[in-house]
Structures are given as structure tokens and as C-alpha cells.
């Protein structure tokens, strides 16, 4: 079985048209978090891994039911299939999640792969706050 981590412009309370897929292939998990930093890219959010204790990433986890559909649409609107020319913006690989009871799972993160130099952090780490600060 393989798992899904979202942290941005795919949690459930966003609405994003593009949860659908997350949704047709997926099944919800548990809440999870990343050690890493998260930073507003524009209209969305980007992390970067961390290896600082107190860097965390708030987000879903998901099993994924059909991992191959999912991936291919997920890989396009993250811009990191081969359709789009490098450097990509976003990467996929898979690190460690901490689910809500500290049990550890293995998951498919997209990573921002881009300097973060002149990003402004969003230092809580939990984006549908942020969004929804910014938003209101």
C-alpha cells in the first residue's frame, strides 16, 4: 500500500477542483505532519524538508487505492511530469509522516524545489490557516 501527504491547495477544506482526484483515488488516512518548512509560493504553498525538531508541516494523510491514475494526474498539476522542462518546480519523493497517534508512514510528498530565499515562511506550518487568514 502506498499513502498520499497533502499540505496545501489539496486539503479537503480548500475545495480545490483538483481534490477530485485525491478523492476517485484515495482514501482519507489521518491528519499527519512533515518535518519541514512551509512557504507561500503565491497562490500556494511549498515545503522543504527540514531536519530542525520544531520545523512541522500540518496536512493529510491518504492510502491511495490506484496509485498509477493518481500519480500521473498529481504529477501534472504539480508540474513535475515529463511534459513540463526542468528544473521543475515540484518534486515527488517519499518521506516520512508522522500521523496524529506518532506512528510513522511512509508517503508521496511533492517538495518545492526552488529557492526559498525571498519566500515568506508561514511559520505555523499549517496552511489551511494561513489560507484562510489571507482569505477572509
Known sequence: MSYLFVYGTLLRAIGHPK??????????????????K?????????????THTNDWVHGELYQIRQEKPLIQLLDEYEGC??????????????LPIERSDGTIQSAWVYIYTHDTTHLKPILTGDYLTYYHAINN
Open 19 to 36: 481534490q477530485s482526484y485525491i478523492t476517485q483515488y484515495c482514501h482519507f488516512h489521518s491528519p499527519g505532519k512533515l518535518r519541514g
Open 38 to 50: 512551509l512557504y507561500d509560493i503565491g497562490r500556494y504553498p511549498g515545503v522543504v524538508p527540514s
Open 81 to 94: 511530469s515529463h511534459h513540463f522542462a526542468d528544473p521543475h518546480e515540484y518534486r515527488r519523493v517519499l
